[in-house]
C-alpha cells in the first residue's frame, strides 16, 4: 500500500537550514506531482510547496519563496524540501503528500515530522 | 488568493445526530473543493473531493454539497470516531492550494 515517510525534522535555530526527506514506497513515485504542507502547534494546515512529477515545475507559497527549495530524485522515490533561512513562524509538523492526480487533492500524506525553530 | 473561512469554529453535537459544516470560498472554486479529517496526533485524511465524491473507504454517513463560494460537509449519523477536526481545501487553484482554518467537531 502507499507509504509515505518523512524525516530530517529536528530543532534549528534561527537562520539555520534543514533538509526534509519524503520517502515514498506503493506507488509509481515518477508519476504523481508531491507537495509538502505544514501545521503549526495547535493551528491549521498551510500548503508550502508542489513539485510536477518529472521535477519539470516547483511552486511555493509566498511565506517561504526564496527560502525553501522542492526537490525529488525518481530513482530513489525520495522528496525532499530544503529550508534555509529559518524563521521562528516556520516552526510546525511538515507532512509530504501526494495528489491524486493533477488538478485535484491529496489522497496520500505522511504522518509528518516536527521542524522546530528556537534559540 | 483565494481565502477560505470555515464556520463554525467549534461544533458541539451529540453522538447519534446529524453535524452540518460549512466553508465559503473568496471567489468561485467551481467544484473544485475537498475535505479532510484530522484527529489528534494524525495526518489528514481525505474524504470528499469534487466537492461531493467521497474518496475511497469513506462511509456513506459523509456528504458534501455545494459549488462556486458555498459548500457543506454533512455527518447524517455521528458515530464516535468523527469527532475531530475538518478542514476543507480548495484546488480550483491548483497547485497553489488553500484550506479553510478548520472546524473543531466535538462530543455535546
Known amino acids: 500500500q502507499v507509504q509515505l515517510v518523512e524525516s530530517g525534522g529536528g530543532v534549528v535555530q534561527p537562520g539555520g537550514s534543514l533538509r526534509l526527506s519524503c520517502a515514498a514506497s506503493g506507488f509509481t513515485f515518477s508519476s504523481y506531482g508531491m507537495h509538502w504542507v505544514r501545521q503549526a502547534p495547535g493551528k491549521g494546515l498551510e500548503w508550502v510547496a508542489f513539485?510536477?512529477?518529472?521535477?519539470?515545475?516547483?511552486y511555493y507559497a509566498d511565506s517561504v519563496k526564496g527560502r525553501f527549495t522542492i526537490s525529488r530524485d525518481n530513482s530513489k522515490n525520495t522528496l525532499y524540501l530544503q529550508m534555509n533561512s529559518l524563521r521562528a513562524e516556520d516552526t510546525a509538523v511538515y507532512y509530504c503528500?501526494?495528489?491524486?492526480?493533477?488538478?485535484?487533492?491529496?489522497?496520500?500524506w505522511g504522518q509528518g515530522t516536527l521542524v522546530t525553530v528556537s534559540s | 488568493e483565494i481565502v477560505m473561512t470555515q464556520s463554525p469554529a467549534t461544533l458541539s453535537v451529540s453522538p447519534g445526530e446529524r453535524a452540518t459544516l460549512s466553508c465559503r470560498a473568496s471567489q468561485s472554486v467551481s467544484s473544485n473543493l475537498a475535505w479532510y479529517q484530522q484527529k489528534p496526533g494524525q495526518a489528514p485524511r481525505l474524504l470528499i473531493y469534487?466537492?461531493?465524491t467521497r474518496a475511497t473507504g469513506i462511509p456513506a454517513r459523509f456528504s458534501g454539497s455545494g459549488s462556486g463560494t458555498e459548500f457543506t460537509l454533512t455527518i447524517s449519523s455521528l458515530q464516535s470516531e468523527d469527532f475531530a477536526v475538518y478542514y476543507c481545501q480548495q484546488y480550483n487553484n491548483w497547485p497553489l492550494y488553500t484550506f479553510g482554518q478548520g472546524t473543531k467537531l466535538e462530543i455535546k
Open positions: 503528500a501526494k495528489e491524486i492526480m493533477e488538478w485535484l487533492p491529496l489522497d496520500y
Open positions: 469534487g466537492a461531493s
Open positions: 513539485i510536477r512529477y518529472d521535477g519539470s515545475n516547483k
